[in-house]
């Protein structure tokens, strides 16, 4: 057995999960205005730390969104955030 390989089998390890990558102007962000909470667009502009959009991009936001056209994966996850789940829509 190879010093650089663990042993197999002892049932115990660590979970890594991925570091986000932070876009630092390149990307589909560019082209698409995201979803975000308000409070945290305002914590980024002050702080200037990323902002997680509902699609799940990760980015420090810096341009005017109204320029550009909704990302439809944010659109399609803020429709139904309060449509009741289920059932043909009507309460």
């Known amino acids: 057995m190879s010093t650089l390989e663990p042993e197999r089998g ?5 979970l ?13 962000h560019e082209r698409y205005a995201h ?4 409070d945290k667009i305002m914590e980024s502009a002050l702080s200037g730390t990323p902002v997680v ?8 936001p810096g341009r005017d969104p109204k320029k ?3 990302c439809p994966m944010c659109k ?3 429709e139904g955030i ?6 043909d829509g009507e309460q």
């Open 10 to 14: 002892l049932g115990t390890g660590t």
């Open 16 to 28: 890594v999960e991925p570091v986000p990558q932070v876009s630092s102007g390149d990307g589909d």
């Open 35 to 38: 979803y975000v909470q308000k």
């Open 53 to 60: 959009a509902l699609c799940g991009k990760v980015w420090v």
């Open 68 to 70: 550009y056209p909704v």
């Open 76 to 78: 399609e996850i803020f």
């Open 82 to 87: 309060d449509k009741p789940q289920g059932g």
